[in-house]
């Protein structure tokens, strides 16, 4: 039997809730450390930033521009979009991403234990 990465883990757990092709490529590869969407001039924030949100609004602009992400169709038309925000949304866009590889990491950590 082949042993399964760490990346390859959701698959085992999750076989019915599969990622459209493009997100899984995003997803393996950003869990080899490559960040596809992302410029690396530009994400030189550290790992362990803590990102808060004072307003309201501004949670409800990040939602559209992560929706807009979601309804591209190919890997250039995500990283258009991601590249077209000012430096302040691209971090934030950036550090919830992070956010997001951290809780999957952690989560599948759990489930092996």
């Known amino acids: 039997m082949q042993k399964k990465s760490l990346e390859d883990l959701t698959e085992v757990f999750y076989p019915q809730v599969a990622l459209p092709p493009l997100w899984q490529v995003i997803y393996h590869e950003a869990m080899r450390g490559h960040h596809l969407l992302f410029r690396k001039a530009l994400v030189s924030a550290p790992s362990d930033a803590t990102y808060h949100l004072e307003k309201e609004e501004q949670q409800d602009h990040l939602v559209q521009i992560v929706i807009d992400i979601l309804n591209c169709h190919d890997l250039k038309s995500m990283a258009a979009i991601i590249d077209g925000l000012p430096i ?24 092996l234990n």
């Open 88 to 111: 302040a949304l691209y971090q934030k866009i950036y550090l919830v991403y992070l956010k997001l590889l951290d809780w999957s990491r952690d989560y599948v950590r759990q489930q």
